[in-house]
């Protein structure tokens, strides 16, 4: 057999950087340029907080393989602390915007090492109640924290800065992307995914996985907010009663949909998840159905989600196609001798 | 207590609410020593380990290894002692590679911190390289270097108990604990690990103790064997003293 071709390293990153840039270019210009109108503007920046959102509770569910139902209240604790903190607004607007974001992952970070602790003891269906417990009683703390908050009527947003601009949108997605994915191929990542697969085995390996399964936690708490805070940013009034069970859920769905411990698999379920309802507003009534309607066909046909454990590399695709031509080319010189 | 033991149980017991499943075991394991633990099914062999490696707590007596009281320990920490071990229903890592599997075990080796996993410094490359390399070692004991690739849960069974040594391998243990490591094995593939138990216990001059019923293998490769009948030690000694003890005869055959 042939030595396989391996892309170094240094070079997968170029590859990487240049991807990045490319679609930032693209879609700024675009949007700069009038290519995308505003409606369309705002579906991107909704499928990329969807996109944070998905892939940090991936951390639990496809990674640590626990199942939990409260996402939506460490969003709710990003986006009021971030909205809280933005309305003083006693900070430069690019500053002002950062500290705010840094504010609501750490809070909602707090958050989850609050609710990580108990949780341990628990897991499967347990584990789901508590954290949909936890998750109802931030809204309703919400709602009741008027002098903070301003409860059900909602939190006005200051309209002199726009927040989840794309760009910010654009960086805090990839930022998230990156930082999950080098954690996840680390021996942190395999510690956490080890949990997963036998936690006994995991202890008699000398993982520590209290640890860990707290840290999963406050990592994927710790996103969300960030989340939070941009879904924050993207309106004008921040109502607690969107944070609620079905939030969660809809959360839930695009990663199952996507396929469980797939990152590029959030990513795209986000992305066609967000965008669908969109797509159907022609059919009226009849959109519900439909969207619901495809969720089970694709449980039915495909119960390991749109991407199972698949993950994209650009890289990966290249080493194939390189060594596919190399060994073309072999195959050619052995039939000439 | 002797220096040389790496383990050393001292009147140790369990209780399952009124049930007592292990009592009064004690054992005195050097440092290089092929330990076997023999019994009828159901004698409490596999609850020792669980007791040993502290996934069930001891109602009664202590566990020394290298003369370190284990009392307050929990697994992970009974494993940085030195405790490795397998289990007898196979738990690798089934959705990983084979690759991670064995980085799973080496996990305290590498101990890079977080940031500079995030900040890929140059210490996550070096300890990555480095364990890369470990791992290729550590499978050509069995001969499994080419299975890198593979997912654990794909393995044929054999290569999946061999893994699990393997893993077992990477902690670095000073004794390392099988539970029935020729179940499910053919005769070739048994001698094969017989000579691979021995190998690893003259390479990496560790303890080994283990649980089997294939008498060839116990017989052949244990210098030392203690026998359990309902919870209780009815017999220690050498492979020969022990296949003419009265009472081991009685346990195994109901004489």
């Known amino acids: 057999m042939q030595k396989k071709f391996v892309i170094p390293v240094p070079v997968r990153y170029a590859i990487n950087t240049v991807l990045i840039a490319f679609f930032l270019i693209a879609a700024n210009s675009m949007i700069q340029g009038g290519g995308l109108g505003r409606a369309q503007t705002a579906i991107i920046i909704q499928i990329g907080y969807f996109i944070i959102l998905a892939v940090s509770l991936n951390i639990i569910t496809g990674y640590l393989g626990q199942l939990p139902l409260g996402h939506a209240g460490f969003m709710a604790v990003g986006a009021y602390a971030a909205a809280i903190f933005w309305r003083y607004h006693f900070l430069p607007d690019t500053a002002n915007i950062i500290a705010g974001l840094i504010i609501a992952g750490v809070v909602a970070g707090l958050f989850g090492l609050l609710i990580g602790i108990p949780a341990l003891r628990f897991k499967g269906d347990y584990l789901a109640i508590i954290t949909l417990g936890f998750g109802e009683i931030i809204r309703v703390l919400i709602v009741n924290l008027d002098w903070l908050t301003n409860g059900a009527r909602g939190l006005q947003m200051p309209r002199s800065v726009r927040y989840s601009s794309f760009l910010v949108v654009y960086i805090c997605v990839i930022l998230t992307c990156i930082f999950i994915h080098v954690i996840m191929k680390s021996r942190h990542g395999r510690a956490i995914l080890s949990i997963r697969d036998n936690e006994i085995a995991a202890e008699s390996c000398g993982v520590n996985t209290v640890y860990y399964k707290v840290a999963a936690f406050v990592i994927s708490a710790f996103l969300a907010g960030i989340a939070g805070a941009l879904y924050a940013g993207n309106f004008a009034v921040l109502i607690p009663s969107e944070f609620d069970f079905m939030m969660s859920i809809n959360i839930l769905m695009i990663v199952v949909l996507g396929g469980l411990g797939s990152m590029f698999g959030s990513v795209v379920a986000a992305a066609v998840l967000t965008y669908l309802p969109f797509l159907l507003v022609p059919l009226a009534e009849y959109r519900m159905i439909i969207f619901s309607l495809m969720l089970i066909l694709m449980m039915i046909f495909k119960p390991s989600g749109l991407m199972g454990s698949y993950d994209f590399s650009l890289s990966r695709i290249l080493e194939k196609i390189i060594n596919f031509v190399i060994s073309k080319k072999g195959g050619k010189n052995d039939a000439k001798v | ?255």
């Not at chain 2, 099914?41 to 069930?56: D, M, R």
């Not at chain 2, 995030?118 to 499994?144: H, N, Q, T």
């Not at chain 2, 069974?157 to 077992?168: C, D, H, K, N, P």
Request: hydrophobic share 45%.
């Open chain 2, 1 to 255: 207590m002797q220096k040389s033991n790496v383990l050393e149980c001292v009147g140790l017991g369990i209780d399952f609410g009124g049930l007592t499943a292990v009592n009064d075991f004690n054992i005195e394991i050097g440092t290089t020593d092929i330990y076997g633990l023999i019994g009828p099914n159901g004698a409490g062999k596999t609850t020792v380990f669980n007791l040993l490696t502290k996934v069930y707590k001891p109602t009664r007596g202590s566990v020394f290894v290298n003369g370190v009281d284990t009392k307050n320990l929990n697994t992970v920490k009974a494993n940085k002692l030195g405790l490795a071990r397998t289990f007898q229903n196979i738990r690798l890592f089934q959705n990983m590679t084979v690759q991670e599997n064995v980085m799973v075990g080496l996990h305290n080796e590498i101990g890079y911190n977080l940031a500079s996993a995030i900040f890929r410094l140059p210490s996550y490359w070096r300890a990555e390289k480095k364990a890369k390399e470990r791992v290729c070692d550590l499978l050509s004991i069995f001969g499994m270097q080419d299975m890198i690739e593979h997912k654990a849960g794909s393995l044929p069974y054999g290569s999946q108990r061999r893994l699990e040594i393997v893993r077992a391998l990477a902690t670095s243990p000073k004794i390392l604990l099988l539970d029935e490591p020729a179940a499910g094995m053919n005769p070739a593939e048994t001698d094969e690990l017989m000579k691979n138990i021995q190998l690893i216990n003259e390479k990496f001059k560790i303890a080994v103790l283990l649980i089997e019923h294939d008498m060839k293998l116990v017989m052949g490769i244990c210098e030392k064997l203690a026998v359990l009948n309902y919870g209780m030690l009815i017999a220690k000694g050498t492979p020969a003293e022990i296949q003419s003890n009265p009472a081991v005869i009685e346990a195994y055959l109901g004489a």
